[in-house]
């Protein structure tokens, strides 16, 4: 490692501002253009609400032809940003390159991405090139629901000497899924706090929703959950983002998000003073949501095979289907200690909505 990392230094007793709570991170997916970065932190430095400035400046992009981020001379104008606005920064790195040019340009924070955190190859390169070096990182969950790799993660920036870690909740990927981007597992992320209350927990609703429509809700629920803060997304102009334009939001409307928040106050502790109780009955929420989630993913898929019926004259109600799905759900229940009544009434009736979200598909299709 070389001397100009050893000697970079940062003074960050109250690192997180716990007095501040909710702490606020914002930018822009991407840093796209100079224009764009400084126009960016001028609007959300004006919300007063916001503590740290985001951007991403290299792109784990799924596919090779996406937008990969413009690269390090996006550095200098998240500086200047800095300089103009007073927003200290965070960037996401994922190799000891790109640790050494944030620490060149006086990045304040570093984040290590949801792809980055499944491959522990790479946060032990990320937690070597630190070593010596006194920055606050933040570790995304890993894109799979996996608590120890989370976990493992942070241990792993810790043995490197990092005192200042913060942990963000990205949600996890789940196939098939259509309601959230990535599916906020919160017993997960509850789970974690549990294990690891020293760690400040920060939400990404962005990245959860995938979306603008529900970032509110998913805000309100992170917020109710007592986390420590936000990561969200916000662009000028959202529609043109070169990554992410679907969920971004401006930080006008951002500010209206904060705005409209419930903070509740005097919760500080509430997570670790909960009654057992209340506990349990938190996360029997989350599971009814989870359960919910599902239900109206399944009536989508359902809907699907309306339409194939339709176009293929296919009957909507097929006796073989419906009682191969009674059979094999009369042994789920055998086998987990359901009764057989209760699962037939629950078979019943999601196959009865069913039929109806399919007649719907029909008559519409019928109308056109
Ligand atoms: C991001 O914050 O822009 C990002 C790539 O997030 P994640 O690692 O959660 O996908
Ligand atoms: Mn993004």
């Not at 103009?84 to 790109?98: D, N, P, Q, Y």
């Not at 043995?159 to 597992?185: D, L």
């Not at 086998?335 to 598909?361: A, P, T």
Request: hydrophobic residues 35%; contains cysteine.
């Amino acid at each position: 490692m070389s001397e100009r990392l050893k000697t970079k230094k940062l003074d960050k007793k109250n690192w997180l501002l716990k007095d501040k709570k909710p702490f606020i991170i914002a930018g822009p997916c991407s840093a796209e253009t100079k224009d764009q970065v400084i126009e960016t932190s001028v609007r959300l430095k004006a919300l007063g609400r916001v503590h740290l400035l985001r951007a991403g400046i290299w792109k784990p992009r799924t596919r090779p032809d996406s937008f990969e981020g413009v690269g390090a001379k996006g550095l200098p104008w998240l500086q200047e940003a800095k300089e103009l606005t007073g927003l200290r920064t965070t960037v996401e790195v994922a190799k000891t390159k790109h640790v050494e040019s944030c620490l060149d340009f006086d990045v304040d924070m570093l984040w290590i991405g949801a792809r980055t955190t499944v491959n522990p190859f790479a946060v032990q390169e990320i937690a070597d090139s630190l070593r010596g070096v006194d920055i606050p990182v933040f570790v995304k969950n890993p894109i799979n629901a996996d608590l120890a790799l989370w976990l493992g993660g942070i241990e792993r920036l810790e043995r490197a000497g990092i005192k200042n870690i913060g942990s963000i909740h990205r949600g996890f990927s789940n196939v098939g899924e259509k309601y959230y981007r990535n599916r906020p597992q919160w017993q997960i992320a509850l789970a974690f706090k549990n294990e690891r209350p020293d760690i400040p927990l920060i939400c990404d609703p962005s990245h959860i929703c995938g979306r603008r429509d529900i970032l509110q809700d998913v805000s309100q629920k992170a917020i109710d959950l007592n986390y420590d803060g936000l990561m969200i997304e916000s662009h000028i102009t959202p529609d043109e983002a070169w990554s992410d334009a679907k969920q971004q939001i401006t930080p006008e409307v951002l500010g209206a998000l904060l705005e409209n928040l419930i903070i509740r106050e005097g919760k500080e502790d509430d997570l670790p003073t909960q009654t057992q109780l209340d506990y349990l009955r938190q996360e029997i929420n989350h599971i009814d949501d989870e359960i919910l989630n599902l239900l109206s993913n399944r009536m989508k898929v359902a809907k699907e095979i309306g339409e194939y019926k339709k176009q293929n004259n296919i009957t909507i109600l097929q006796q073989k289907r419906w009682k191969e799905i009674i059979s094999k759900g009369k042994s789920y229940a055998v086998k987990h200690g359901l009764s057989e009544e209760f699962m037939l009434k629950y078979l019943q009736s999601i196959h009865d909505e069913s039929i109806n979200q399919q007649e719907k598909v029909m008559k519409n299709l019928n109308q056109t």
